[in-house]
Nanobody, 121 residues
Framework: QVHLLESGGGLVQAGGSLRLSCAASGSIFSVSAMGWYRQAPGKQRELVATITSGGNTNYADAVKGRFTISRDNAKDTVYLQMNSLKHEDTAVYYC???????????????WGQGTQVTVSS
């Protein structure tokens, strides 16, 4: 079994910062790309940022220049530093990871349980 455990969400005022963490645990051979997605009430889940195992990053236009994704490959952990937060960043943030549980397995797509980020205006 593989699990993604997120932490770091909460309530913050507009202009403030939060840092999300997501650690993968369990039966893991290797972790490929990791990322963060978010879902606001009444909206579809959308990509926030992704990072490959080699450190290449991709960001949604809405967060470029404000959010930074990073990872610690030794800890199978991905981070999302969120600065200059806006009310429209309010959403449930989900961690995502492409993981090979064993060297003989294909890659599987895993999701965390989600962490609430609320930005008050």
């Amino acid at each position: 079994q593989v699990h993604l455990l997120e932490s770091g969400g909460g309530l913050v005022q507009a202009g403030g910062s939060l840092r999300l963490s997501c650690a993968a645990s369990g039966s893991i051979f290797s972790v490929s790309a990791m990322g963060w997605y978010r879902q606001a009430p009444g909206k579809q889940r959308e990509l926030v940022a992704t990072i490959t195992s080699g450190g290449n990053t991709n960001y949604a236009d809405a967060v470029k220049g404000r959010f930074t994704i990073s990872r610690d490959n030794a800890k199978d952990t991905v981070y999302l530093q969120m600065n200059s937060l806006k009310h429209e960043d309010t959403a449930v943030y989900y961690c995502n990871a492409l993981i090979y549980p064993r060297d003989t397995d294909p890659v599987y797509n895993y999701w965390g349980q989600g962490t609430q980020v609320t930005v008050s205006s």
